[in-house]
């Protein structure tokens, strides 16, 4: 099973809507079939790992990260596979939230005649597949905030100067990390300051994830990289009711996607701005800052993990924050967060943190 948890996590950030699922067969204490749900969402993993295994897979054991799909969808239903293939036992992690699975999957097995074992490593299933739980249940992707700040909490000195705060083996993780997400998210800030492209780099990756752009107006360069590639890698910009008529053409005229949402207090709504994200399909969304766009998810309560780079150099309070006005007057408000990891990336510190249980 840790086998099959490790292959589905090589598909994540490439099969959205789909959960990203792994497989093992294994027969006489041998793997016979291996797989993973294959970019774009299909084939999954079953039919993977069972094209592999042949003949070979009939009396076998198949290990699932997730419980087998039961549903007709542009594929027939993997529990009917693993049953066509003539499996005696499926071990899966988990069970499927999805309305259209939920316990389905197993039940069409067990009344086959192939025996079930459930909730085997069943922790790190739900830590891998929290992104499909949560558009499934709650109709949003899994969010990861991602800080890259100086030892004092700065992300650019008074007059926005920010490249590099971390060094290069930071950066290569960052990217690494972006791979591993639906979509790679920022504010109109830091589009405008920065310039991002926004891409996965230098490590041989030819899929990259979708760009989202928050920005009310629409008030980001036309000129600059994200615009220069849109009709590359997708782009897409998450607006207010009313943005710019003449940049919305222009955008759209350059292949970008537009996506309106509501606003509160004159900002773009945290939790709208999720549920259309969650309702094109993404399901982990890799947000980049800057410091507002940090500020509303954290307010809202929308952080899922919290990624930290810090760097050994201070900048001092002149300096821009990482994370803009929350408005707390009692620390019991502060959303808080359980750290899960910490390690030295070259010269910088890197820290991950889960949303702790309120």
């Known amino acids: 099973m840790a086998l099959a948890l490790s292959l589905g996590q090589r598909g994540q950030g490439t099969c959205w809507p789909n959960p990203?699922?792994?497989?093992?067969?294994?027969?006489?204490?041998?793997?016979?079939?291996?797989?993973?749900?294959?970019?774009?969402?299909?084939?999954?993993?079953?039919?993977?790992?069972?094209?592999?295994?042949?003949?070979?897979?009939?009396?076998?054991?198949?290990?699932?990260?997730?419980?087998?799909?039961?549903?007709?969808?542009?594929?027939?239903?993997?529990?009917?596979?693993?049953?066509?293939?003539?499996?005696?036992?499926?071990?899966?992690?988990?069970?499927?939230?999805?309305?259209?699975v939920a316990g389905q999957g197993f039940a069409m097995l067990r009344e086959a005649g192939i025996e079930v074992t459930t909730g085997v490593l069943a922790d790190q299933a739900a830590q891998d597949h929290a992104g499909f739980f949560l558009k499934t249940e709650q109709g949003r992707p899994f969010v990861t905030l991602k800080l890259a700040s100086s030892f004092d909490g700065r992300i650019a000195t008074s007059n926005g100067h920010s490249q590099w705060i971390t060094g290069p083996k930071a950066r290569r993780a960052v990217h690494?990390?972006?791979?591993?997400?639906?979509?790679?998210?920022?504010?109109?800030?830091?589009?405008?300051?920065?310039?991002?492209?926004l891409t996965v780099r230098d490590l041989g990756i030819a899929a990259q994830p979708v760009r989202v752009v928050v920005s009310r107006r629409l008030d980001i360069p036309l000129l600059g990289q994200l615009a220069r590639t849109a009709s590359e890698v997708p782009v897409w910009l998450c607006h207010g009711p009313s943005p710019d008529a003449e940049r919305a053409r222009a955008w759209e005229g350059m292949g970008a996607r537009l996506i309106p949402c509501a606003l509160q207090d004159h900002h773009i709504d945290s939790a709208d701005l999720l549920q259309q994200l969650g309702h094109a399909g993404l399901t982990r969304v890799f947000c980049e800052g800057g410091s507002a766009l940090a500020a509303s998810l954290l307010a809202d309560d929308l952080v899922d993990e919290l990624v930290g780079f810090s760097a050994g150099l201070t900048i001092g309070a002149e300096g821009l924050p990482a994370i803009g006005a929350l408005g707390l007057e009692k620390l019991d408000s502060a959303p808080r967060f359980e750290l899960i990891e910490t390690r030295a990336v070259g010269p910088d510190v890197l820290h991950r943190w889960s949303r702790a249980l309120r």
């Open 20 to 100: 990203s699922v792994g497989c093992v067969i294994v027969r006489d204490g041998r793997i016979i079939g291996r797989g993973w749900t294959q970019p774009g969402g299909r084939p999954h993993a079953e039919t993977e790992a069972l094209a592999q295994a042949g003949e070979a897979a009939r009396g076998a054991t198949a290990y699932v990260s997730l419980e087998p799909c039961s549903h007709h969808g542009q594929t027939p239903p993997c529990a009917e596979a693993l049953i066509s293939a003539g499996v005696s036992r499926v071990v899966s992690a988990i069970e499927d939230s999805d309305a259209r």
């Open 176 to 197: 690494a990390m972006r791979a591993r997400h639906d979509a790679v998210m920022v504010g109109a800030g830091t589009a405008r300051v920065d310039d991002p492209s």
